[in-house]
C-alpha cells in the first residue's frame, strides 16, 4: 500500500488554520494543576482535635491556684490581685521559689488575648511553669 504525498505542485501550499492541539494540551495541563492546588490553598479546615491521654499528674500538697475570672481580674489564692502586683504577691506566695508551678484557671468567657496576657506577666515575673487547669470529662 502506498500513498502520494506530492500533489503535483512544486511548493507546499500554506494552511490558514489555527493548530488547537498544543492549546488543548496546555489547558488540560493547567486544569491538573488547579485541581491538585486548589484543595491545598484552602485555609478552612474543619479539625477535631484528639483528647489527650496525658496521665494525671500528682498535685502538690499545696497547690497556688492564680484565678483569672470572667471581669478579668486576678485571685491568687482567695486573694484579688492588681496586675500590677502580680509579680510581688507570687513572689510572696512562693517564698522566692521560680520554678514553683503555677496553676492557672480561667473562666470559660475569659477572651483568648486576655489569657495570654495573663501568661506573659508570670513570664515577665519568671514563673515559667504554668499549668493550666481544666475540668475532666
Do not use: C, W
Not at 500500500?1 to 488540560?28: C, K, Q, Y
Not at 484565678?67 to 510581688?88: C, H, Q, Y
Not at 473562666?107 to 483568648?112: A, F
Amino acid at each position: 500500500m502506498s500513498v502520494r504525498l506530492d500533489h503535483g505542485g512544486e511548493e507546499l501550499a500554506e494552511t490558514h488554520e489555527i493548530n488547537v492541539t498544543p492549546f488543548i494540551d496546555v489547558m488540560l495541563v493547567l486544569l491538573i494543576i488547579f485541581m491538585v492546588a486548589a484543595p491545598l490553598a484552602t485555609v478552612d479546615v474543619p479539625v477535631e482535635l484528639p483528647s489527650s491521654t496525658a496521665e494525671r499528674q500528682a498535685k502538690p500538697e499545696t497547690p497556688l491556684y492564680l484565678t483569672l475570672k470572667g471581669d478579668l481580674s486576678f485571685f491568687l489564692k482567695d486573694k484579688k490581685v492588681n496586675r500590677e502586683d502580680l509579680g510581688k504577691a507570687l513572689h510572696e506566695a512562693t517564698g522566692g521559689k521560680k520554678d514553683e508551678r503555677i496553676f492557672l484557671r480561667a473562666d470559660k468567657t475569659v477572651p483568648y488575648g486576655e489569657l495570654m496576657q495573663g501568661m506573659n506577666l508570670l513570664r515577665t515575673a519568671g514563673y515559667l511553669k504554668v499549668a493550666l487547669v481544666g475540668l475532666e470529662q
